[in-house]
């Protein structure tokens, strides 16, 4: 269907978000900081934060120079913190394998701790200028509308990349502002629970549109409520730790106050496991 392409590429010259990622000369490491930051988490939220860490970090032997501690401190609330400690392992792999620089080839992102097909691809494409398809979320809706009909899009599969490069324009700067362009109307036009079907620039060749907007079912995983479970009594035990000294704070006085104790006894030890903090001596620290 590459009849896609050019109505949507004219649609993004003209109504693109100005995000500090588009921005001419942005780099690869900025990029590639952005794509962690943006996983599960919306964008007017990221924005401070990349700012403050490209601050702090301009380049990957930046990053690598700190602590473990220093980039689970910088990622703050962002949630999911596991990122900043991939992306600081990302950097010390890039230093050590790449002599600082962020790789271009897809397989050689793919190497790196914490990158996964769509960071690799989003990479390569909109830091490098690659021809690849990029498939996120709602690159995914767009397809399962406009192409197959659907309302909603069924869970990933390894498909999606094939599904997406049969859109691809030939030429590279083309086929990389299709990829940006097909997140970009996912994102602000053809959303999830209310789609803006009369602001959108291929609804006269949309499937979905033709076949009356049939309601095709919705088999995306829900994300459990995050009020009172195990992620709430995690994101609290790192906020505690953030805000301590290096030397961290026994365990016993970890959250002691915390309504549910086996929860809080949970959190702690998980978030051991996954070393985002350690413990030593009865007490509980962010890495070093």
Not at 69 to 94: M, T
Not at 167 to 179: I, S
């Given at each position: 269907?590459?009849e896609?392409?050019?109505?949507?590429?004219?649609?993004y010259?003209?109504?693109?978000?100005?995000?500090?990622?588009?921005?001419?000369?942005?780099?690869?490491?900025?990029?590639?900081?952005?794509?962690?930051?943006?996983?599960?988490?919306?964008?007017?939220?990221?924005?401070?934060?990349?700012?403050?860490?490209?601050?702090?970090?301009?380049?990957?032997?930046?990053?690598?120079?700190?602590?473990?501690a220093?980039?689970?401190?910088?990622?703050a609330?962002?949630?999911?913190?596991?990122?900043?400690?991939?992306?600081?392992?990302?950097?010390?792999?890039?230093?050590?394998?790449?002599?600082?620089?962020?790789?271009?080839?897809?397989?050689?992102?793919?190497?790196?701790?914490?990158?996964?097909?769509?960071?690799?691809?989003?990479?390569?494409?909109?830091?490098?200028?690659?021809?690849?398809?990029?498939?996120?979320?709602n690159?995914?809706?767009?397809?399962?509308?406009?192409v197959?009909?659907?309302?909603?899009?069924?869970?990933?599969?390894?498909s999606?990349?094939?599904?997406?490069?049969?859109?691809?324009?030939?030429?590279?700067?083309?086929?990389?502002?299709?990829?940006?362009?097909?997140?970009?109307?996912?994102?602000?036009?053809?959303?999830?629970?209310?789609?803006r079907?009369?602001?959108?620039?291929?609804?006269?060749?949309?499937?979905?549109?033709?076949?009356?907007?049939?309601?095709?079912?919705d088999?995306?995983?829900?994300?459990?409520?995050?009020?009172?479970?195990?992620?709430?009594?995690?994101?609290?035990?790192?906020?505690?730790?953030?805000?301590?000294?290096?030397?961290?704070?026994?365990?016993?006085?970890?959250?002691?106050?915390?309504?549910?104790?086996?929860?809080?006894?949970?959190?702690?030890?998980?978030?051991a496991?996954?070393?985002?903090?350690?413990?030593?001596?009865?007490?509980?620290?962010?890495?070093?």
């Amino acid at each position: 269907m590459p009849e896609l392409a050019a109505p949507l590429i004219e649609w993004y010259r003209k109504n693109a978000r100005e995000l500090p990622w588009r921005a001419p000369g942005f780099g690869a490491w900025g990029t590639l900081v952005s794509e962690f930051m943006l996983q599960q988490t919306p964008v007017n939220r990221v924005i401070p934060h990349l700012d403050a860490w490209l601050t702090r970090w301009p380049a990957p032997t930046d990053l690598a120079a700190a602590a473990p501690a220093d980039a689970v401190r910088q990622w703050a609330n962002l949630g999911y913190p596991r990122r900043a400690l991939w992306l600081h392992r990302a950097a010390v792999e890039i230093r050590d394998r790449h002599a600082g620089v962020v790789p271009r080839g897809v397989d050689d992102l793919l190497a790196l701790t914490g990158i996964g097909d769509y960071t690799a691809r989003a990479v390569a494409v909109f830091a490098y200028g690659d021809r690849h398809p990029v498939v996120d979320t709602n690159t995914r809706r767009v397809i399962a509308r406009a192409v197959g009909g659907r309302s909603q899009p069924g869970p990933p599969t390894r498909s999606d990349l094939a599904d997406m490069a049969g859109l691809l324009p030939a030429g590279r700067e083309d086929a990389a502002m299709f990829n940006a362009a097909t997140m970009e109307l996912g994102a602000v036009v053809c959303t999830a629970r209310a789609p803006r079907c009369d602001s959108c620039p291929i609804t006269h060749i949309c499937a979905w549109r033709t076949a009356g907007y049939p309601d095709t079912g919705d088999d995306r995983r829900r994300q459990a409520r995050y009020e009172g479970s195990d992620r709430q009594a995690r994101g609290a035990v790192l906020k505690t730790l953030r805000d301590a000294d290096a030397a961290g704070i026994r365990t016993d006085e970890l959250l002691a106050d915390w309504s549910d104790p086996h929860q809080r006894d949970r959190a702690i030890t998980s978030l051991a496991d996954d070393g985002l903090i350690e413990l030593v001596n009865g007490s509980a620290r962010l890495p070093h």
